[in-house]
């Protein structure tokens, strides 16, 4: 459907605080918060300052392609994560959307081996997600438009002048 959910920044600052304030309030206080690249980013940077975690890695996966198209599966990409820099560690996987719940599977598994504890928090849940997120913000089963690829890219090359 043509049904979307939309996220401003302003409204992503929010869900980020009150994420976080769910998090702690639970009493988990993560060593390291792994973020899926690259809408994980945002929510892990947010998430780390909040919950006062200096410790941030990142991993890259690709699956989509385009809204609601997707690879067959999820696929990590290089550099995979040292696992070693795992061992013994509480760790937070941050995601923007567990959708299907692949690539929060995917990047959970991969910790599963090698982690004290692994848990997850996203922005959004679906309901058709394989992964049931400890943390979730908001439950929705509409395209979700993020802040940060809702818009076209600004490229700016030199001696390029670009239309408004
Ligand atoms: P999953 O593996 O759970 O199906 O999808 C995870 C990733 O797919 C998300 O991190 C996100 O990048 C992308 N994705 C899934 N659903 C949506 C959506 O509704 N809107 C946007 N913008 N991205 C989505």
């Known amino acids: 459907s043509g049904v979307r ?9 929010r869900a980020v605080r009150e994420l976080a304030q769910t998090i702690a309030d639970d009493g ?3 060593d390291v918060v792994l973020s899926i690249a690259r809408g994980g980013v ?18 890259n996966v690709e699956f989509y392609t385009g809204v609601g198209t997707t690879l067959e599966m999820p696929v990590m990409l290089a550099p995979v994560p040292n696992a070693i820099d795992f061992s013994n560690k509480k760790v937070l996987i941050a995601d923007d959307v567990a959708d299907t719940g692949k690539t929060l599977k995917l990047v959970h598994d991969f910790c599963l081996d090698h982690v004290a504890e692994v848990r997850s ?12 997120c400890e943390y ?20 700016r ?8």
Request: hydrophobic residues 40%; aromatic residues 14%.
């Open 42 to 59: 945002f929510v892990a940077g947010g998430l780390a300052y909040a919950l006062d975690c200096k410790n941030i890695h990142l991993v």
């Open 28 to 30: 988990y206080e993560p």
């Open 5 to 13: 959910e939309n996220l401003t920044y302003e409204g992503f600052g």
């Open 136 to 155: 979730v913000w908001k439950r929705t089963d509409d395209w979700i438009n993020f802040p940060w690829s809702v818009e076209k890219p600004v490229v």
């Open 121 to 132: 928090a996203v922005i959004y849940e679906k309901s058709q997600s394989l992964v049931k």
């Open 157 to 164: 090359r030199t001696g390029q002048v670009l239309d408004a």
